[in-house]
């Protein structure tokens, strides 16, 4: 039962790298989130997807990427890290729109930009 | 657009105690509310999830309460303990959007 799981844990990059964070789901849901939450405040969604070859932006997607080729992965990109994009990014899914289903949320990835 | 509102920002109550944590929102055309746990440095945990169409959830010691024309739910947690202490933040689906919006949160702190 692992729900959805985000890899990795903790990373620090330096200004202006790249990097992939994972996220997977094994509940055949179709909508998967990523949200970041900044200290004190609460999440902010970045990009979302209804179904595989569907991605649109959410409140804040600058300086992200996305793409889902598959149900079960929503892998988020940054492309040029800056010290602003230091936060703690949340992967979301649930299984419909509208209907009974409420989100099942990941451990987060906390991410450093120094 | 839609806002959601929590208040108080932080509570610090003694063991025991009842307590009542508020969520408002600004647009009652919604799906759904849904109340999480946040652990320090931790993902987020659902506790309850009400639909628009219910007026209370419960589980356990939490009760969930939802007027959807007043823009309001309350989380009522019974006899409070230590181990309840963390980050509430609840959070509405909008009719229409495929999207969560939620609050800043609700930090509690119960002491022995």
């Known amino acids: 039962n692992a729900g959805v799981t985000q890899t990795p844990k903790f990373r620090i990059l330096k200004i202006g790298q790249s990097m992939t964070l994972q996220c997977t789901q094994d509940m055949n849901h179709n909508y998967m989130y990523w949200y970041r939450q900044d200290p004190g405040m609460g999440l902010k969604l970045i990009y979302y997807?209804?179904?595989?070859?569907?991605?649109d932006k959410g409140e804040v997607p600058n300086g992200y990427n996305v793409s889902r080729s598959t149900t079960e992965d929503f892998p988020l990109r940054l492309e040029l890290a800056a010290p602003s994009q230091t936060s703690v990014y949340f992967c979301?899914?649930?299984?419909?729109?509208?209907?009974?289903?409420?989100?099942?949320f990941g451990s987060g990835t906390r991410l450093t930009v120094v | 657009k839609q806002e959601v509102t929590q208040i108080p920002a932080a509570l610090s109550v003694p063991e025991g105690e009842n307590l009542v944590l508020n969520c408002s929102f600004t647009d009652s055309a919604i799906y759904n509310l849904q109340w999480f746990r946040q652990d320090p440095g931790k993902g987020l945990t659902s506790l309850l999830l009400i639909q628009s169409s219910q007026r209370e959830q419960t589980s356990g010691r939490l009760n969930a309460s939802l007027d959807k024309s007043s823009g309001r739910s309350t989380l009522y947690i019974a006899a409070s303990q230590p181990g309840d202490s963390a980050t509430y933040l609840c959070a509405v689906r909008p009719r229409g959007t495929d999207k969560l919006i939620f609050g800043t949160g609700t930090r509690l702190q119960v002491f022995p």
């Open positions: 979301a899914s649930t299984s419909e729109r509208g209907v009974n289903y409420g989100y099942t």
């Open positions: 997807s209804v179904g595989a070859g569907i991605t």
